[in-house]
């Protein structure tokens, strides 16, 4: 018990920490949304989250296009291979990750958690993107 408690609450502190360091659009949607229905339940966390995670899926297809077709056409366009390797990766760890949160935080971390981790992702993407095109 001693364990899921702990786990629990590191779990929480991580979600909250990425939180509070991710600015970017989807995330004010986020906020937007929540403001809009007044009252926060479980399907007001769930629908706006979904909301803005539709968002953040978007930009993180954009940046991640731009970027294949970058590695693609460089000197070494193995690096586009591994490009897609590391987001397959990425995308089987947000849906474990974000299921165990699911699980032991409770049933609006299923929606939350991976609005928060698109967002994360969006952002790399777009400053991956970035530096390269400089």
Not at 8 to 31: G, I, K, N, R, V
Not at 78 to 85: G, I, L, Q, R, V
Request: with cysteine.
């Amino acid at each position: 018990m001693k364990v899921t408690a702990l786990g629990t609450s590191l779990l929480c502190f991580a979600f909250l920490s990425a939180h509070a360091q991710t600015p970017s659009e989807p995330d004010s949607t986020y906020e937007k949304c929540l403001g809009e229905h007044g009252t926060v339940n479980n399907a007001v966390v769930e629908g706006c989250s979904n909301m803005a995670s539709d968002e953040s899926k978007r930009d993180i297809t954009k940046h991640y296009q731009s970027i294949y077709k970058r590695l693609l056409a460089s000197e070494v366009p193995e690096s586009a291979k591994e490009f897609e390797a590391s987001q397959k990766a990425w995308l089987q760890y947000r849906n474990l990750h974000c299921n165990l949160a699911g699980r032991y935080i409770g049933s609006p971390m299923y929606a939350y958690c991976p609005m928060i981790k698109n967002l994360e992702r969006a952002q790399e993407l777009r400053t991956l993107d970035t530096m390269l095109k400089n």
